[in-house]
C-alpha cells in the first residue's frame, strides 16, 4: 500500500509520467538578510539562500541554469517534462514587472510544464499572488512558504522575522488566486518538543495547505546554528528519532497533501552534523521501514 502521498506520484497523476524540478537561483535577495527586518537571516541559513548559488556565485542566467539542468536531468532520469522551481531566497522579493519578466524567462521552453516558487510569507501581497495566478490555465503552479514552525516562540528563537499570523494571511491569500500553497516545516528545532512538533501538523491540516515539505534540522557551516552547535547548547536528532517523529508527524495530515519532501538534502561538503543527514537514500528507506513496522499510514489520525 500507499503509506503517504509522495511528490513525483502526484505529478505522474497529473501529466502521465515523471516530471523534474529544476532548481533556479534568479539573484534575488531576502528581507531577513538586506538589513530590512535583520542582516543576520534564520539561524541555519547559509550565504546562498538554501538554493544553487547559480546566479549569485556562478553568474549563470535564468536560461543557461534551465539548459544545463535539462540536459542533466534528461539523461539521469529520461524526463521529458520539468517544472521551473525558483528556490533560492525569496523568489517574490522585486518589484512585480522584475518578478513577471524573471517567471516568463523560465516558462518559455515548451517542456516546462509547471512552475513552483519558494518565497517568504511575508514577502507577498495580492498583486503578486495574483500574477501567479495568471499563469495557471497553462502551468501547474505552486507558491512555498517557508514557515518551519507555527510556535512564535520558536520563530523568534530562530530569527525567522515572521509569525504565525503572517503565514496564516498569506496562505489565505493565496488560497483567494487559486493557488497551490506547500508549507516548509522543520523537526527538531531548538527548545521545541514532540508534542510542540506535532500541533504544526495539527494546525497545517486546518489551513489551507496542499502540500508540505518536511525537513530535519541539520547544521551547515557559516550559520548561527553551527556557533550554537559547536557550543554544545543544541543537540541534532538522531536517525531513528527522527523517523519516528516524522511518522507521527505524517500521520496527523490529511491524507490528500501532498508531500514534497520527507528531510533535508544537505550539500554534503557543507555539513557539520548530523553526518547521518549525508545518506539519503538510507534515510528516506529507514522512514518507509518505520511506516511497514508500525503498520501506520499518512491521514490515519486526521480529523
Same mark, same amino acid.
Given at each position: 500500500?500507499?503509506?503517504?502521498?509522495?511528490?513525483?506520484?502526484?505529478?505522474?497523476?497529473?501529466?502521465?509520467?515523471?516530471?523534474?524540478?529544476?532548481?533556479?537561483? #534568479?539573484?534575488?535577495?531576502?528581507?531577513?538578510?538586506?538589513?530590512?527586518?535583520?542582516?543576520?537571516?534564520?539561524? +541555519?541559513?547559509?550565504?546562498?539562500?538554501?538554493?544553487?548559488?547559480?546566479?549569485?556565485?556562478?553568474?549563470?542566467?535564468?536560461?543557461?541554469?534551465?539548459?544545463? #539542468?535539462?540536459?542533466?536531468?534528461?539523461?539521469?532520469?529520461? #524526463?521529458?517534462? +520539468?517544472?521551473?522551481?525558483?528556490?533560492?531566497?525569496?523568489?517574490?522579493?522585486?518589484?512585480?514587472?522584475?518578478?513577471?519578466?524573471?517567471?516568463?524567462?523560465?516558462?518559455?521552453?515548451? @517542456?516546462?510544464?509547471?512552475?513552483?516558487?519558494? $518565497?517568504?510569507?511575508?514577502?507577498? @501581497?495580492?498583486? $503578486?499572488?495574483?500574477?501567479?495566478?495568471?499563469?495557471?490555465?497553462?502551468?501547474?503552479?505552486?507558491?512555498?512558504?517557508?514557515?518551519?514552525?507555527?510556535?512564535?516562540?520558536?520563530?523568534?528563537?530562530?530569527?525567522?522575522?515572521?509569525?504565525?499570523?503572517?503565514?496564516?494571511?498569506?496562505?489565505?491569500?493565496?488560497?483567494?488566486?487559486?493557488?497551490?500553497?506547500?508549507?516548509?516545516?522543520?523537526?527538531?528545532?531548538?527548545?521545541?518538543?514532540?508534542?510542540?512538533?506535532?500541533? $504544526? #501538523?495539527?494546525?497545517?491540516?486546518?489551513?489551507?495547505?496542499?502540500?508540505?515539505?518536511?525537513?530535519?534540522?541539520?547544521?551547515?557551516?557559516?550559520?548561527?546554528?553551527?556557533?550554537?552547535?559547536?557550543?554544545?547548547?543544541?543537540?541534532?536528532?538522531?536517525?531513528?528519532?527522527?523517523? @519516528?517523529?516524522?511518522?507521527? +508527524?505524517?500521520?496527523?495530515?490529511?491524507?490528500?497533501?501532498?508531500?514534497?519532501?520527507? $528531510?533535508?538534502?544537505?550539500?554534503?561538503?557543507?555539513?557539520?552534523?548530523?553526518?547521518?543527514?549525508?545518506?539519503?537514500?538510507?534515510?528516506?528507506?529507514?522512514?518507509?521501514?518505520?511506516?511497514?513496522?508500525?503498520?501506520?499510514?499518512?491521514?490515519?489520525?486526521?480529523?
Amino acid at each position: 500500500m500507499k503509506r503517504y502521498r509522495d511528490y513525483n506520484s502526484y505529478l505522474k497523476e497529473i501529466f502521465g509520467e515523471r516530471v523534474q524540478k529544476i532548481s533556479l537561483d #534568479a539573484g534575488l535577495g531576502c528581507p531577513n538578510r538586506d538589513g530590512t527586518l535583520s542582516k543576520k537571516g534564520c539561524i +541555519f541559513c547559509n550565504g546562498q539562500g538554501s538554493g544553487t548559488g547559480a546566479s549569485t556565485d556562478r553568474g549563470l542566467s535564468i536560461e543557461d541554469q534551465i539548459v544545463q #539542468a535539462k540536459s542533466y536531468l534528461q539523461n539521469r532520469y529520461k #524526463a521529458r517534462k +520539468f517544472i521551473a522551481y525558483f528556490q533560492s531566497f525569496s523568489n517574490t522579493y522585486a518589484p512585480l514587472p522584475q518578478l513577471k519578466s524573471l517567471y516568463d524567462q523560465a516558462l518559455a521552453h515548451d @517542456d516546462i510544464v509547471g512552475l513552483s516558487v519558494g $518565497t517568504r510569507p511575508d514577502c507577498v @501581497d495580492m498583486d $503578486t499572488l495574483r500574477l501567479l495566478g495568471s499563469y495557471q490555465d497553462d502551468y501547474l503552479v505552486w507558491i512555498e512558504f517557508g514557515l518551519q514552525s507555527i510556535h512564535n516562540e520558536t520563530l523568534d528563537r530562530i530569527n525567522r522575522g515572521h509569525d504565525l499570523a503572517c503565514f496564516e494571511r498569506s496562505a489565505y491569500m493565496a488560497s483567494e488566486c487559486g493557488l497551490n500553497v506547500c508549507a516548509h516545516t522543520i523537526l527538531g528545532l531548538p527548545g521545541e518538543t514532540r508534542e510542540m512538533m506535532l500541533e $504544526t #501538523a495539527r494546525s497545517l491540516s486546518r489551513l489551507p495547505v496542499q502540500g508540505v515539505k518536511i525537513h530535519l534540522l541539520y547544521v551547515i557551516k557559516g550559520t548561527y546554528l553551527a556557533e550554537l552547535f559547536n557550543k554544545g547548547e543544541i543537540r541534532c536528532l538522531e536517525r531513528e528519532e527522527y523517523s @519516528d517523529l516524522l511518522v507521527d +508527524f505524517l500521520e496527523l495530515l490529511p491524507p490528500d497533501m501532498v508531500i514534497q519532501r520527507l $528531510t533535508g538534502d544537505p550539500v554534503k561538503s557543507e555539513l557539520v552534523a548530523p553526518s547521518w543527514a549525508k545518506e539519503k537514500t538510507k534515510n528516506l528507506q529507514h522512514i518507509r521501514e518505520t511506516l511497514d513496522r508500525r503498520d501506520t499510514w499518512q491521514g490515519r489520525l486526521f480529523r
